[in-house]
C-alpha cells in the first residue's frame, strides 16, 4: 500500500508539470482586450455579482466583465482543465482547501500589491489566503458557518422548543441531549418515536437527522461541529500542516458515536444521500428528516421551500463546554497568464471593497467578507423575515463559540480522494474507525514528499 502511495505522489507531481507546462504554452480562447473573464460555481450568487460587474463597469470605463457560472463538480473540472488547454479564466471564485495546490503549480498571480488590509474583513479571513511562501493569492470574498436547521412543525409534535433546541450538549459516551432529540424527533413506520419501546430502527419514516454524506476530510457540514467542540484540530499545525490527525484517539471516539447514530436508526443511512439530488436540505424539504447540519450558504435554499416552517439553531455543547463550527471564506483569485491581467487585478480589488460587498450583502445570499457586507446580509434576511444568529453569533462571540478553518496543506486532494471511501467504508460499510490508523499513515506519506 506504501508502495501505491508513493505512485499516487508521483502521478500529482507529474499534474504539476503539465499544468505549469500547459500554461507556458499560453493556447488561449480569444476574448476582446477590454474584458474580463470571471468564474464562480454559485447560481444563487449570480444576480449580485452581476449588479457588481455593471458597477465596476461604470467605475472603470472601456473595462467589461464576462461571468461564466457553473456547477460546483463540473466548476473544479473545467477549471484544473483550462490551466492545462491554456483557456483559465482571469478570475475565478476560489476555495480556501484548494488554493495551496494552485498556488505551488504556480498557476495564481500574486495579490501582494491590491492593497489587501486583513483589518477591513472579518477575523482570519485574509489571513488564511497567505500561500507558503508568504504572498496573497486571494482577497477576501465571503464566509460561511455551520448551524442546525430544523422544521419546526415536527419539533412542535415532538414538544421541543426553540429554546430547547438552541441548548443541546453532546458526548462520544452517551450522546447527550443532542442524541436524546434526534432520538426523540425519529419516528418509525408504525408511528413510534426512536426513545420508545418498541421503536423498529429498520424501518424509519423520519430520521431526526438528515444526512449530508460520510463527510471527505473536513466533514463541514457532518461531524465537524462535534469534531471541533470536542477539541480536535484536523492537522498538527493550524495552517500548512505536516501531519493530519485523523489516528487520533478523540477524533475515533467522535467518528464511532457519530455515525453509530445511523446504526441506531437516527441519522439517515448513508444509502439515502445522493450529492446531486437527495441532499440534506431534500430530505428535509421532503419530510424524511427532521433536521440538519448545512451551511450559512444554504440559508436561502431551506427558508425557500413551500410550505416548510423552518428554524435555525446553534450547533450543541461540546465536551470542551463550547459549541464548534467551520468558518469557511471564499475569496478570488487572479491566473497567471490572464490574458487581461490588469483588468483582471482591478476587478479582484473591486470585488474585495465594501462597495462591492455591501451590494452583494444586499441580496441576502451570503455573508460578504467586509463587516458592512455583513450588516447588509443581515438586515436582507431580516426583511425576508429569517433570523440568522445561528450562522453570525459563532463569529463574534468567542466565550462560547469556537470557529476553525478547512484544514490548509498540501496535497489536499489526495487527502479527499483517501478519506471519502475510508469514511463511507465506516459509515456505510461497518469498518471499525480504527481503520483511519492506515488512512492517516497513507496520507502523511504523501504529504512527507
Sequence with gaps: MRIRMRTVS?????LALSLVTGCAQGDSVSTGADTVTYWLWDANQLPAYQACAKGFERANPGLKVKITQMGWDDYWTKLTASFIAGTQPDVFTDHVQKFGQFADLKVLEPLDDIGVN????QAGLADAWIGQDGHRYGAPKDWDTVALFYNKKLARQAGLTADQLNSLSWNPKEGGTFEKAIAHLTVDVNGRRGDEPGFDKNHVKVYGLATNGAGYGDGQTQWSPFTGSAGWSYTDEKRWGTKYQYDSKTFQSVIKWYFGLAKKGYLAPLTVYSAGANQANAQVAA????????????ISTYYGFKGLDIGTAFTPVGPTGKRATMMNGLADSVTKNARNKEGALKWVKYLSSDECQKTVGGYGIVFPATPDGTAAAV???KKKGIDVTAFTRPVADKKDFTTFTYPITNYAADMNALMNPAMQDIYGGGKPVSSLDQTADQ???ILSQ
Design 443 to 445: 496520507i502523511n506519506l
Design 118 to 121: 486583513p483589518a477591513d474583513y
Design 287 to 298: 419530510g424524511k428528516a427532521a433536521m440538519a447540519f448545512d451551511g450559512a450558504w444554504m
Design 379 to 381: 438586515a436582507a434576511y
Design 10 to 14: 508521483a502521478l500529482t507531481g507529474a
